[in-house]
């Protein structure tokens, strides 16, 4: 009886541990996408200037942030601040999986355009 205790209560600051460790993963990736986000505003700042100085429309580059943490060099679509192809990241990018972590310590694999980030049923 004690011993099936103790693996409970082992087995529980395991989920624990799990749970705490998927935590600090995700507000790396958060903080992480911050810095990205931030960056990509610098960016579109420099593009209106860009344009303000006179750029012609189709010298200017997307303002994306590439994954190696540089900005996209492509030409962007005429009227547009990212090129074809970021254009399109953009547009799925508002639908975002819940941040949820359930008591699994799995997380919540439901879409959400949420500003929280939660899913209609853990918002
Ligand atoms: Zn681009
Ligand atoms: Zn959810």
Known sequence: MLSRLKTDIKERKEEDQAREREQRKLEREIERLDEELQLEEDMLLEQDEERESGVPEEELTCAAITSKGVRCGRNVLP???????????????????????????????????NKSGLCYYHD
């Open 79 to 113: 009227g547009n601040n990212y090129c074809t192809i970021h254009e399109k990241v953009e547009q799925q990018a508002d639908e975002v999986q819940c941040s949820h972590i359930k008591s699994n310590g799995k997380q919540c694999k439901m879409k959400t355009k």
